[in-house]
């Protein structure tokens, strides 16, 4: 089964590809704000199609939204481990007691 692990390696080795062959290079090229909006977009994209109704549109934005965070992650330098380990801990206690924890 393919894995977000295996997405993240994935773009990490495309991300030491040429521009010419490497879609994510190029994403990667145009920096960390054009990365935030392609997977902001891609977010607006998925919201559209979850409330559409349309199950093959959200699995394709889904996947769209993943491979962008990924990128967006690649862009700042900052590891898919560090995020999970950051689901871990919150997953620790409920998600309202986790929620009220931030507004303290």
Do not use: N, W
Request: aromatic share 4%; with cysteine; hydrophobic share 45%.
């Amino acid at each position: 089964m393919f894995t977000l692990d295996d997405l993240s390696r994935l773009i990490a080795q495309r991300a030491e590809a040429s521009a010419e062959k490497s879609y994510t290079r190029t994403l990667l090229d145009k920096g960390v704000a054009h990365c935030a909006k392609k997977f902001g977009e891609e977010a607006f994209e998925t919201a559209i199609a979850a409330v559409a109704q349309d199950d093959a549109a959200l699995r394709a934005e889904a996947a769209d939204v993943l491979y962008h965070l990924l990128v967006l992650l690649q862009a700042r330098g900052v590891p898919l481990a560090e995020v999970l380990a950051e689901l871990e801990r919150r997953t620790q206690r409920s998600g309202l007691e986790e929620k009220a924890s931030r507004r303290a």
